[in-house]
């Protein structure tokens, strides 16, 4: 009995957890998705361009500190998994969306990840 109750408090935990990423008001939503291949300014403005062309986008605010990534978007005309679909067709991945691969190698080297020579250099 234990085992159930418990499997219930996790599946509940799980789904809130889930649900908590798109917040709803009228006809619009707001998503906050994790962007971690974001490094610098230069990779906030393509998102940001990118993704203002999209369809439903009505704003969008790239947090690279932070890497995250905050969309305002028309729920009748779009939906959270385009939105993560976009930002990969970008060249960056968002949430559990890998990068296009093609887009991804279209970015300027200071845009890509550390493993493949990309990234800033650190300052002294």
Known sequence: ????????????????????????????????????????????????????????????????????????YVADRTNYENVKTAIANAGYDADDVTANPESYKKLPTCCKKTEDGGGHPKKN
């Open 1 to 72: 009995m234990k085992k159930i109750q418990l499997l219930i408090l996790f599946l509940a935990g799980v789904s809130t957890f889930s649900v908590a990423q798109v917040v709803k008001k009228g006809g619009l939503e707001t998503a906050t998705i994790k962007t971690p291949t974001v490094q610098c300014e230069e990779c906030k403005k393509r998102i940001e361009n990118y993704l203002s062309r999209e369809e439903g986008v009505e704003k969008v605010t790239v947090d690279y500190k932070r890497k995250t990534t905050k969309v305002t």
